[in-house]
T-cell receptor, first 114, second 118 residues
Framework: AQSVTQLDSQVPVFEEAPVELRCNYS??????LFWYVQYPNQGLQLLLK??????LVKGINGFEAEFNKSQTSFHLRKPSVHISDTAEYFC????????????FGTGTRLLVSP | GAVVSQHPSRVICKSGTSVKIECRSL??????MFWYRQFPKQSLMLMAT?????????EQGVEKDKFLINHASLTLSTLTVTSAHPEDSSFYIC??????????????FGNGTRLTVT
């Protein structure tokens, strides 16, 4: 079975500072990896995904993530955050087979202050 | 494109009553829809997977008689919480994958329904 670990439940950061949200996964087979963002009382919006190919993937809103197979990590980064980036961020994994069933991490709350 | 609409966004009901939540794919046909439950400050837990025209597949520990799922068309799935109790209060989110999308395509999520049982 797959699992996802987001060690940081909350990450406070000042506006325009860089940020990294950590994600580690566990799986005995190849997986697809995703980052989603959730604003209060809303559903999830896809930020970016890794399916195959280049290990550095770029997403929306200036976010990027790097897939590291040896470290089983998929950390999310942004070089300069905005107040509007304050939200909950979820890392998710699914098997790279035809049926996609997402397993989510526990989420990291990014708090951007002025 | 690929909009998923969930209704209602918020609902308050009395203990013992039933509540129906709708999940619609507005601009695409969804062969598979997923229902998640999210407790405060926690992650999303998959409750069940529904495929159009067939019975839903429930995750371990989810009571199928309590959480009735119907996926009668390619654009609509419903979740009915029967005989609701305060412990059923939660945030329910649906997601969908389009008919023409492959298994590695990202899911499209609705905006969720906040259920409060008093």
């Amino acid at each position: 079975a797959q699992s996802v670990t987001q060690l940081d439940s909350q990450v406070p950061v000042f506006e325009e500072a860089p940020v990294e949200l950590r994600c580690n996964y566990s799986s005995s087979v190849s997986v697809y990896l995703f980052w989603y963002v959730q604003y209060p009382n809303q559903g999830l919006q896809l930020l970016l995904k890794y399916l195959s190919g280049s290990t550095l993937v770029k997403g929306i809103n200036g976010f990027e993530a790097e897939f590291n197979k040896s470290q089983t990590s998929f950390h999310l980064r942004k070089p300069s955050v905005h107040i509007s980036d304050t939200a909950e961020y979820f890392c998710a994994v699914s098997l790279n087979t035809g049926f996609q069933k997402l397993v989510f991490g526990t989420g990291t709350r990014l708090l951007v202050s002025p | 494109g690929a909009v998923v609409s969930q209704h209602p966004s918020r609902v308050i009901c009395k203990s013992g009553t039933s509540v129906k939540i709708e999940c619609r794919s507005l601009d695409f046909q969804a062969t598979t829809m997923f229902w998640y439950r999210q407790f405060p400050k926690q992650s999303l837990m998959l409750m069940a997977t529904s495929n159009e025209g067939s019975k839903a597949t429930y995750e371990q520990g989810v009571e199928k008689d309590k959480f009735l799922i119907n996926h009668a068309s390619l654009t609509l799935s419903t979740l009915t919480v029967t005989s609701a109790h305060p412990e059923d209060s939660s945030f329910y989110i649906c997601s969908a994958r389009g008919l023409s999308e492959g298994g590695n395509s990202p899911l499209h999520f609705g905006n969720g329904t906040r259920l409060t049982v008093t």
